[in-house]
């Protein structure tokens, strides 16, 4: 029997004797480690999937008008209450100001409302303790020295429910909250680079490793930045694509194992070793007589 845990179930219940794996699908690091206590009392295969603060990198090769668009996409699709969220951005310096001047010009078009009115692409936070998490993450921000240049508050058109702009940071440090801290709200820090290296480096700068993007026009480039990226889903020229056929799971502290495509059946499976002596010979080790 196979018992999977969406989200967070009671730990006990873990503890099952006829439960051979457990897949865990958790919002966040702290949730997960008591149930890893217990699974571990029996001796149970865990599959996790922890979430993330994934980089999107923005080269200056990349089709500038794609990239916005997939950059807004990743971040603010679902509100950004998505574990896979590229909600790091890096923009190479010969095209940062370009970038984000069209990047904030196309974010504040965004309309924020209804989900299932015609024209809105963005809907609400799921409560009022997630809504006021964000927007604490965005003050503390601005407090350590980050610049809203987009959104960081409620639209005036929405007075009602836990609705909130999407928001850019510009002017944001590696030690920076929410530069490391994984938010599940519509906020998308930036940052500046100058080269390839520095890119890498900042991507990976990270407890995490579900995701990653990378956005250029050179087919080399895209080869070297995908291999070096410690995560588990690498994203070329797009972001948040996500296939049933195709293995899914994170690298650190996002998570162990795969779910999705033929990678994750492995997780449901144990592997046996059957060995047959076909032979006529006997063993002969011990010169047993014959009968």
Not at 39 to 64: Q, R
Not at 91 to 109: C, D, G, M, R
Not at 223 to 237: A, F, P
Request: glycine share 8%; with cysteine; proline share 5%.
């Amino acid at each position: 029997m196979f018992c999977f845990y969406w989200l967070l179930y009671r730990s006990s219940s873990l503890a099952f004797s006829n439960t051979h794996l457990i897949a865990l699908f958790l919002p966040s690091l702290p949730s997960f480690l008591p149930l890893n206590k217990t699974a571990a009392k029996g001796i149970k295969n865990v599959t996790l999937e922890l979430g993330g603060k994934s980089p999107a990198i923005v080269f200056d090769s990349c089709d500038l008008v794609r990239a916005v668009e997939w950059v807004m996409f990743g971040c603010f699709w679902t509100n950004g209450q998505i574990c896979s969220a590229t909600s790091r951005l890096l923009i190479q310096e010969s095209i940062y100001e370009q970038f984000i001047a069209k990047l904030v010009e196309e974010t504040n078009k965004i309309q924020v409302g209804n989900p299932l009115a015609e024209g809105v692409k963005m809907g609400p936070v799921v409560n009022k303790s997630q809504y006021d998490k964000v927007l604490g993450f965005v003050d503390r921000a601005k407090a350590e020295g980050a610049t809203v240049a987009a959104g960081g508050e409620r639209p005036t058109d929405c007075p009602r429910g836990y609705f909130m702009r999407p928001t850019i940071l510009t002017g944001v440090k590696p030690s920076f909250e929410v530069w490391r801290n994984e938010i599940f709200g519509p906020v998308l820090s930036v940052m500046p680079f100058s080269t390839e290296e520095e890119a890498i480096w900042l991507a990976n700068d990270s407890e995490f490793g579900l995701a990653g993007a990378v956005f250029s026009g050179e087919e080399a480039q895209l080869n070297r930045v995908t291999e070096q990226l410690r995560v588990g889903c690498v994203w070329r020229n797009c972001s948040q694509p996500c296939f049933s056929q195709l293995p899914w799971g994170g690298m650190k502290r996002s998570g162990l194992g795969r779910d999705l495509g033929r990678e994750g059946f492995k997780s449901y499976l144990e592997t046996k070793q059957i060995v047959t002596h076909v032979t006529a010979n006997p063993l002969g080790w011990y010169n047993i007589a014959k009968l």
